[in-house]
């Protein structure tokens, strides 16, 4: 894989000299703090002292983590942030622009002649890359040019951004990993006052003035590219103003798609982690998975985590040749869960106590999928943190095939997504209403019943799997083709337009009490269960992943769909002219007015409070039974 792009593409090269003048100039670099006080500072003292935990974390390189002051911690929301592009140049970067489509030129799959990447050839590359960057804290908007000029002493930049989330930050990929060691080399822990700092370094830094700009003196002038996603009454401008309700689709789906720069935070942000993870586990891997990565992740979207110890197995069988064999000795606990449950905590506890910008952290062991939850300030990313869920991370594979095979796919689920929280039937709130997981499903299973139908069968990427494909995850037969480029591409040409319309139809009028949706055959079956809603989990096919849906949310979107449909119908009908400054197709889908409008729906408001209350109740239910 490249490393670095020729020089011509780098954002900023090296041969701008750095004099010892500059070097000792104005700027500092501090490890990220993380302040205690004398009392926590007596408890942590112990764990200081872990001689394995330092060791380990100097062995990786791997810094003292550091965090915001511990007050800060008690700041439960956080911000999304506002990202300020500067310049960005570089490989991946590249390719996924390749890949994404402008706004109102989506094509069917048959067109787009481009190779694809594997999922694991992504993940490797933004994994790579995302170890050749830094994030760096600035207390102050810096000159770009004197910023850029003083880290390059490290090494070639290959690329960098700023944002803003609870402050400005710089994240600045190198072209060499070495250029980030020689950064973390010259960077000193900080040492203030009345608070202590935990000594812990990463590659979340801090950026000092030694001498703070003078009053009065002008703020530098960075160039902003705010990547946050429209407001309501922007987007629904803009949504008028389209041409189409085509373009309409793909207006939706470009202001609210993850941007390059969101994405590379999505994986540094999981590499620091698993940096932390590291001084447990020196080999295992922080991987994100879901929609961070799935193709249908929104800005604002969670990300979800995923610890893999497998790397670990890996290299050990690699080891164990000859007649001799040598295992390590370890605890034994009585079940894996158990052994999930006790990783994460330690986990949940290092986050806490070191991690250096993860705050309202979470440990959720006893739920079905033990977790742990943070915020990471610097990012402003809620993160979901899991291990020995290799099937989730499977799914998402799965579904980052279906995502890129045919153009049309994300954004149709983009819309249906946007669609549903419009209309509250989704929440963040976890509850008895669909998840965007059971959304995203629905709608491939509606594009494999099309005629011809645009995305395969799981059973049909199954019978194109080669050997190297297989997979079996706990007795589950998770195989299935991962090579994009081996899979023929649909014949169907349907609009974005028709597609929608026909999603709403096909499920207003789905037999939801007697059928069960199965994307690996691609077709209706009979309901195995009492479920309202029956999605067939597609690796584990005894599970229902909608199982949490009660009747009266199902209702609610079926009663949405049908009237959705209906007014796409009058459209149609009344053949309007777009653009038009009246809410038209899409726009006029999103108007809270179509579920206010029925009188069948006037008791709605009281079902949601009900479900909500509900959900409360478990929530509390289930925090009271979490470590
Ligand atoms: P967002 O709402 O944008 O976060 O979508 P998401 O796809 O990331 O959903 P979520 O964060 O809830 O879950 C993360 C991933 O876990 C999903 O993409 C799936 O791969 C997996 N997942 C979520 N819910 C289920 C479920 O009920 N069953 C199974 N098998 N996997 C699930
Ligand atoms: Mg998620």
Redesign the pocket.
């Known amino acids: 894989m490249q490393m670095c792009v020729p020089p011509q593409t780098c954002s900023f090269r090296p041969q701008i000299r750095v004099t010892s003048e500059e070097r000792s100039s104005n700027l500092t670099l501090e490890a990220s703090r993380c302040f205690v006080s004398a009392r926590v500072r007596r408890k942590l003292l112990p764990f200081w002292l872990g001689a394995r935990l330092t060791s380990t974390m100097a062995v990786r390189g791997v810094g003292l983590l550091t965090g915001l002051p511990l007050r800060a911690q008690t700041r439960t929301r956080i911000r999304c942030p506002a990202f300020i592009r500067l310049r960005c140049a570089g490989t991946v970067a590249a390719d996924l622009r390749r890949e994404e489509q402008p706004s109102g030129s989506v094509e069917t799959g048959s067109k787009d002649k481009t190779p694809k990447k594997t999922f694991p050839e992504v993940q490797n590359e933004r994994r790579e890359q995302a170890q050749r960057t830094v994030l760096i804290h600035c207390q102050n908007k810096v000159s770009e040019r004197k910023f850029l000029k003083y880290l390059s002493q490290h090494g070639r930049i290959h690329s960098h951004f700023f944002y803003e989330s609870f402050g400005f930050y710089a994240v600045v990929e190198f072209c060499q990993k070495d250029s980030v060691d020689s950064l973390l080399k010259g960077t000193q822990t900080p040492a203030n006052g009345t608070e202590a700092a935990i000594p812990f370094r990463s590659r979340f830094l801090s950026l000092k003035l030694r001498s703070p700009p003078s009053q009065g003196s002008e703020q530098p002038q960075v160039l902003l590219n705010n990547q946050l996603p429209p407001s309501n009454r922007k987007l629904s401008e803009l949504l008028c103003a389209a041409k189409s309700i085509d373009d309409q689709l793909n207006t939706l789906l470009k202001e609210f798609q993850l941007t390059e720069e969101n994405t590379r935070l999505r994986y540094l942000t999981s590499s620091l982690i698993e940096d932390i993870a590291a001084a447990y586990f020196p080999d295992c891997r922080v991987k994100p998975?879901?929609?961070?990565v799935?193709t249908?992740?929104?800005l604002g979207?969670?990300l979800?985590m995923f610890l893999d110890l497998d790397e670990t197995k890996k290299l050990d069988i690699q080891k164990n040749k000859g007649n001799f064999l040598i295992e390590f000795q370890v605890k034994n606990v009585a079940s894996e869960r158990m052994a999930t449950q006790k990783i994460l905590s330690v986990l949940g506890e290092c986050l806490d106590h070191f991690g250096p910008g993860c705050v309202s952290v979470q440990k959720i062991l006893h739920a079905r999928c033990p977790l742990v939850r943070f915020s990471h300030q610097a990012s402003g990313f809620q993160c979901?943190l899991t291990t020995n869920?290799r099937?989730?991370?499977k799914?998402?594979e799965l579904?980052y095939i279906y995502g890129t095979l045919d153009a049309r796919v994300r954004a149709l689920v983009c819309s249906v997504?946007y669609w549903a929280r419009a209309h509250s039937l989704?929440s963040?709130i976890p509850g008895a209403w669909i998840?965007?997981?059971?959304l995203?499903v629905m709608v491939i299973f509606f594009l494999q019943r099309r005629s011809p139908p645009i995305l395969p069968t799981l059973d049909t990427l199954m019978t194109l799997a080669d050997e190297e494909d297989e997979c079996v995850i706990e007795g589950n037969n998770c195989t299935f083709i991962r090579d994009l480029n081996k899979i023929k591409p649909s014949e169907n040409t349907e609009s974005l337009e028709v597609l929608l319309k026909e999603f709403f139809e096909y499920f207003g009028n789905f037999a939801f009490s007697k059928n069960s949706i199965n994307i690996r055959q691609g077709r209706e079956q009979n309901k195995p269960d009492s479920s309202p809603l029956h999605i067939q989990?597609?690796?584990?096919t005894s599970?229902n992943?909608?199982?949490?849906v009660n009747q009266s949310q199902l209702q609610r979107f079926v009663e949405l769909a049908r009237e959705s449909a209906w007014v796409l119908q009058q459209e149609e009908a009344a053949a309007p002219c777009p653009p038009s400054k009246q809410p038209w197709g899409l726009a006029a889908l999103l108007l809270p007015s179509i579920a206010q409008n029925k009188k069948v729906q006037k008791k709605l408001p009281s079902e949601r409070i009900k479900s909500l209350l509900e959900s409360v109740k478990n929530n509390i239910a289930q925090s009271a039974t979490h470590t």
């Open positions: 998975f879901g929609s961070s799935n249908f992740g929104k979207c969670d979800d979901d869920n099937i989730a991370m799914s998402s579904l997504r989704t963040s998840t965007n997981f059971s995203t989990n597609p690796f584990e599970l992943i909608s199982k949490n």
